[in-house]
């Protein structure tokens, strides 16, 4: 069977200030500036700011920001590995900033120039992937869940629904996030995300080549627009992507399987060699204004790591549990670690699901 992954499309676009144009940037580097242009080069998961974030930054600091786009932790690893093509602030999420931080390519940030720094949340503020938050800033948080249509789909109560079942055969659709899959099939089977054990690791590879066949696609951060379009019926998705598009669509909802799933933290970094470090800094600062941040949290439907800003929000976001989930699922569910030279055993195991 030929790999099921989509090519990466756009998604459902909230950005009105920043130049969604797929940058290629080459021979820059912080050298090669005599000094700072009001520039800043703005590498983001899509749809993953607010509607004023952007416009706000450029009133009041004169920058202009270009943004373009990854689906992953692992293509955004792949852009910056061999060298910064040109970002200044990046979004990885936690286990990809430890590797960033062993790789070095994350520079130390200089929390003086951030003075909003002191409104992450502070039981956020020591984890374990980057200790006393030295090289990120804690951005949003949330899950990894099912989106499904409801007149289409019982509500799903396992991850047997998308990953071990022909139920709904050929109207599923997983994402195409190389740890985050294999490590919820890991999961599913009563191993860790993080395991180091080829065995393990390889049931999950197995489990997902024998559900290959009732899936529509590996979808690049594609599912909630493939479920919006009524392309499938079911999907693995981020939490508020779901939440975003069942905005506008009532026969769409979210729900965390009994099993516990991921719960992630992305973070705001800055790259090694960016070429505007200073904006970078002042970009990180302005995104952690309460006010800003606010505006952000509740255009994009995740759970925000800023506490100041969370006094801002509505109580109807507060209390959603498909935003901050109940304690007892987060008590069932695991963070993804960076694993050092094990990730290889992921990487063939992604490699042989791809080719099956």
């Known amino acids: 069977m030929t790999s099921l992954v989509l090519p990466r499309a756009s998604r459902r676009k909230f950005l009105k200030g920043a130049a969604a144009v797929g940058l290629t940037f080459t021979g820059m ?51 910056l590995k061999q060298g910064n093509p040109g970002y200044d602030v990046i979004v990885p999420s936690d286990y990809m ?20 720094f002191k409104n992450v949340d502070p039981t956020m503020a020591n ?40 139920k709904y055969s050929g109207r599923i ?30 049931k999950a590879r197995d489990l ?9 696609a590996f979808a690049p951060d594609e599912g909630q627009n493939m479920l919006a379009a009524g392309d499938v019926d079911i999907v693995m998705e981020w939490n508020g992507d779901i939440i975003q598009v069942s905005r506008e669509d009532d026969d769409i909802a979210y729900a965390i399987p009994n099993e516990g799933t991921n719960v992630f933290v992305d973070n705001l970094c800055i790259p090694k060699d960016g070429p505007h470090p200073l904006n970078a800094h002042a970009f ?21 790591a800023n506490i100041e800003a969370r006094k801002l929000l509505p109580p109807e976001a507060l209390n959603d549990p498909a935003i901050y989930p109940a304690a007892e699922i987060i008590a069932k569910s695991e963070q993804i670690l960076d694993i050092g030279d094990a990730t290889t055993l992921y990487d063939e195991a992604w490699t042989q699901v791809q080719a099956a």
Do not use: C
């Open 97 to 116: 900033v430890g590797t960033m931080i062993t790789l070095g390519i994350v520079e130390p940030l200089d929390k003086s120039k951030i003075p909003n």
């Open 208 to 216: 997902l080549i024998k559900q290959k066949q009732h899936l529509k």
């Open 29 to 79: 580097s912080r050298r090669a500036w005599a000094e700072e242009e009001k520039a800043l080069n703005f590498y983001n998961w899509d749809t993953y700011i607010g509607e004023t974030t952007i416009d706000t930054f450029t009133e009041k600091t004169g920058i202009e920001v270009q943004s373009d786009f990854f689906a992953n932790n692992e293509e955004l690893l792949a852009k």
């Open 284 to 304: 990180i600062d302005h995104v952690n204004d309460p006010t800003v941040n606010a505006e952000i949290a509740t255009t994009i439907e995740y759970a925000t």
């Open 127 to 166: 984890p374990a992937y980057d200790p006393d938050l030295k090289h990120s800033v804690p951005y949003m948080f949330g899950t990894v869940g099912i989106g499904y249509r409801k007149s289409k789909v019982e509500t799903p109560t396992s991850w047997a629904d998308v990953l071990d079942s022909d």
């Open 173 to 202: 659709a997983l994402l195409a996030d190389q740890r985050v899959v294999l490590g919820v099939a890991l999961h599913y089977l009563g191993f860790s995300m993080n395991t180091t054990n080829p065995d393990e690791i390889n």
